[in-house]
């Protein structure tokens, strides 16, 4: 009977010992995760979130002031804040040529609140120029010094190109020779073709580019080619010029003005004259004693 009574005293021991250690080391796993999770920060994500680059004005030479907006932000899931770092600007003629340093900005502090994310950015603006005609691409880099350790260090740069778009300069009061006003009068049969007007703009490499818009004075119509010419005659006389058809036919009392604009090669340090022209080529006749008006002389000084 005792040996019995020991050896269920045994067993009982046994399985308490086992419940113990169980709670004991199960308690003791919790406290040291616990104590981990304390320990462990999350660490910063700094990232462009956005980068945009706008003309802000023209210069004289025609080159565009631009303006680089960099708008960063600390993307942390928690509550933390990091700083200072900087905001690097670098340029270049190639996305693949070396960077040039341009400038940068520091940041002091940028926090981050999962609850309030717009106030988790920094906006910094930097200008620059670019001459007219150029590409000129720009790379920009946050923390670029790596003062900051970050969960993410693949997200801190961007790079954009920007355009300069060369700029034309309409040339508004030309010096004008126009035909007789006199020959000009309505009232007449068949057709009379007449510039009405013209347009001049230059553009910044010294070529001009005429606009013209023509009339037809009289009651008929016309179904043929309606052809622009323009003869430049400088100071030499050496004539030379281009033209266009600009249009298949015109109406009676119509007028049209060309849809895109002629190109001529230009030097701008002198002066030149043009006459523009317009005539028809078959399906219509034009009234003999009005063609002296189809002619209309302009005159483009040096910038």
Not at 127 to 154: A, I, L, M, Q, W
Request: with cysteine; proline share 4%.
């Amino acid at each position: 009977m005792k040996l019995s009574i020991d050896s269920k005293f045994r067993k009982l021991l046994f399985w308490v010992f086992i419940f113990t250690s169980v709670f004991f080391f199960s308690n003791l796993g919790q406290d040291l995760q616990a104590d981990t999770s304390k320990r462990i920060k999350i660490k910063p994500d700094l990232q462009i979130y956005k980068f945009s680059i706008n003309k802000s004005s023209i210069r004289p030479d025609k080159s565009h002031v631009i303006k680089l907006n960099v708008v960063v932000r600390n993307v942390s899931p928690v509550k933390n804040c990091t700083g200072p770092f900087k905001i690097l600007v670098e340029w270049s003629t190639h996305p693949k040529k070396s960077y040039k340093y341009l400038t940068q900005a520091g940041v002091a502090r940028l926090c981050s609140d999962p609850h309030k994310i717009k106030q988790n950015m920094v906006k910094r603006t930097f200008t620059h120029s670019v001459p007219s005609g150029k590409t000129y691409y720009y790379k920009v880099t946050v923390d670029s010094n790596s003062n900051v350790s970050e969960s993410n260090e693949r997200n801190n740069w961007k790079i954009k190109k920007y355009f300069a778009l060369p700029v034309l300069t309409l040339i508004r009061n030309p010096r004008i020779n126009a035909g007789s006003i006199a020959d000009r009068l309505p009232s007449c049969e068949g057709i009379d073709l007449i510039v009405k007007n013209v347009e001049v703009i230059r553009a910044t490499s010294g070529a001009i580019f005429i606009k013209a818009t023509i009339k037809n004075l009289c009651e008929g119509s016309c179904t043929g080619p309606i052809v622009i010419e323009v003869d430049e005659s400088d100071f030499l006389g050496r004539p030379g010029g281009v033209e266009q058809q600009i249009a298949n036919g015109i109406g009676s009392k119509a007028e049209f003005t060309m849809f895109s604009a002629l190109g001529i090669a230009n030097n701008s340090d002198r002066t030149y004259s043009y006459v523009v022209s317009v005539r028809s080529e078959g399906g219509c006749v034009e009234d003999a004693s009005r063609r002296g008006n189809n002619s209309y002389r302009i005159t483009v000084d040096p910038r």
